[in-house]
């Protein structure tokens, strides 16, 4: 079994801008690329889990999402990082059309996204961890199992209970490799 670092993507990965789903408006968070050289380095497999309602919502389709998707994933490629898998969410229960207004079990804080991830690439959620700026994905890593949660907060408050439902808290990606102790 493999270790993984599941990260969010909007707040963890880009800018959220709200509903990021063109190339133009897709700006990496400072520190990422090292971030992420580093937790490769030190073994992990990078999964990327996205709750994207925009797509339930009608603001764009799953094909931009995809193209996206793609376009990311090149970028962390030519950075010599490969991602794992990307998944998505594209359902909510109250403000999106038909077919995706359901409550699924993908939604973060729902852990579908995590299980469908370490069951498919066989990874150990015993030695993995999420990286999230929302309680929503620290709840969804608490559910799927996985050891450590990490909040960043991109730039939001958050309480100190909900502080507390994380392992860590940090300002950005950036910071993790240090609060985790992981190799230069």
């Known amino acids: 079994m493999h270790k993984a670092i599941f990260l969010d993507r909007d707040g963890v990965v880009n800018k959220d801008h709200a509903y990021v789903h063109k190339v133009a408006d897709f700006e990496f968070i400072d520190g990422v690329f090292d971030a992420c050289k580093r937790f490769v380095q030190a073994g992990y497999k990078i999964v990327v889990v996205t709750n994207q309602s925009g797509i339930g919502r009608g603001y764009y389709n799953e094909a931009q999402f995809h193209q996206l998707s793609d376009w990311m994933c090149?970028?962390?490629?030519?950075?010599?990082?490969?991602?794992?898998?990307?998944?998505?969410?594209?359902?909510?229960?109250?403000?999106?059309?038909?077919?995706?207004?359901?409550?699924?079990?993908?939604?973060?804080?729902?852990?579908?996204?995590?299980?469908?991830?370490?069951?498919?690439?066989?990874?150990?959620?015993?030695?993995?961890?999420?990286?999230?700026?929302?309680?929503?994905?620290?709840?969804?890593?608490r559910a799927a199992g996985l050891a450590t949660a990490v909040l960043v907060e991109s730039g939001q408050s958050f309480s100190e209970a909900q502080r507390h439902l994380a392992d860590h808290v940090c300002t950005s990606l950036a910071a993790v490799p240090q609060i985790l102790s992981l190799p230069e």
Do not use: W
């Open 74 to 141: 090149a970028q962390f490629m030519a950075q010599g990082i490969e991602i794992t898998g990307v998944y998505f969410c594209p359902h909510h229960p109250e403000k999106a059309e038909a077919p995706y207004n359901i409550d699924c079990d993908c939604r973060k804080p729902e852990p579908g996204m995590l299980l469908q991830a370490i069951a498919e690439h066989n990874l150990d959620p015993a030695q993995s961890i999420m990286v999230g700026d929302k309680i929503s994905d620290i709840q969804a890593a």
